[in-house]
């Protein structure tokens, strides 16, 4: 199962998936991480 703290992140990777299902999902997070850097 899933931990209720951690639900709430399963639940949003979920529906980026489902939104992204045609997508290649690593190119996608690339792109996401080079425009916008986490640090």
């Known amino acids: ?5 951690s639900f ?11 939104n992204h299902r045609h997508e290649d999902i690593y190119k996608l997070l690339l792109k996401m991480l080079r425009e916008n850097p986490l640090c």
């Open 1 to 5: 199962g899933i931990h209720k703290h």
């Open 8 to 18: 709430y992140f399963h639940l949003k990777e979920c529906e980026f998936r489902f």
